[in-house]
């Protein structure tokens, strides 16, 4: 009985949820306790930095060309500046990269939402041959042959042999880590009234209201997590490839918006490379496309709006600085 009735509400808070799709959560400061670790246990500082080099560790790439930094660069606002990242082989990725701020909080991963956690999608680059090019298999003894892993990954997890899993734990409890909180907008949120200029305020009343950036930009991450199509082109069919449904057609996930301003080029393609055309694209309801998201439309904004708009997403920007290690 118990059962049924959860299962119905589960199918009425679904339903609820699919058609009353303005019902924005509120724009709000990321709270760290609300961070879902793996078995509810924050990391430790040890996990972390192990996890933190890793990440800058070219031994991970088959050629040892390439880290997760190379493409994921914190001083790039940790993507790599480009379009479409590039290869350990010096291949063109089929995507951007996109930057890897507040992912704690996440639920999907990848534009196309095929890992379902950080650690799960930790394995994928180092494995995938247009990126690291580099079989699990081979990586395990390259590592174990380095005698500060060999040492660190016998503390942290308790096991003279490195494993997969653990390479995947650490790195994802060093990206949790990466935690961007503190920007104009949020002193502005938390009473600092004077933390915002009068051209982001107008940006952000814009943002909740007349420009409807919450349909889908909404919460402490600006993110609904959530897939959409806002009409960019089909080339790429996105989403609908892990679910094959072809209502998910050219549909992306929405990208969390903090430090928006350090990522350029934007979108899944990076075809757009500022903050302001990326505005104005929305302003003219995308281009057309059979299955853009309905709540893709004219915004008939004027171009202070669009200045406007630009200013508040500049004060959603909170640096992250993260010193490099030093490599084993
Ligand atoms: C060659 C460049 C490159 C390298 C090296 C690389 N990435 Fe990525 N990363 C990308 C691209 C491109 C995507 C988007 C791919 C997609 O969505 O299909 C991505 C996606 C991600 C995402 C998903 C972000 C999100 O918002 O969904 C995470 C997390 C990530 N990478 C972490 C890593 C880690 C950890 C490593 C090292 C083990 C790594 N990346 C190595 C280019 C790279
Ligand atoms: C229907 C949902 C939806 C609405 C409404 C929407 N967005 Fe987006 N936004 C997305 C999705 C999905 C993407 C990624 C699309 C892609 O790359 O194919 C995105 C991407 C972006 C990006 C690029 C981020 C990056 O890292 O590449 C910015 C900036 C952005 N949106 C700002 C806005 C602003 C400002 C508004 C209001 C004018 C807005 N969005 C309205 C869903 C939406």
Redesign the pocket.
Known sequence: MRISVSLYITLFALLFATTNASAAVALTTPELDEIEYPEDEPPTIEEINLGKTLFFDKRLSANQTQSCATCHNPDLGFGDGMAKGIGSEGNSLSR?T??IYNLAWAAVFF?DGRSASLEDQALGPIQAEGEMNMPIEDLLPRLQQVPFYQQQFKAIYGSATIGADEIARAIAAFERSIVSSNSAFDRYIAGNKAAMGPASIRGMQL?EGK???T???DGANFTDDS??N?G?GIEDE?RQKITHNKRMAG?????G?RN?SL?AP????GSVTT?EE??RF?NKGGNTHQNK?Q??QP?NLTDQEIMD?VAF?GALTSEVTVDRPTIP
């Open positions: 951007n996109p930057h534009w943002f420009a409807k950036c349909q889908c930009h897939f959409h806002i960019l996105g549909a992306f996930k929405t990208p918006l928006s990522t934007y979108f899944h393609d903050l990326v505005i929305y998201d709540l893709i915004l708009l997403l």
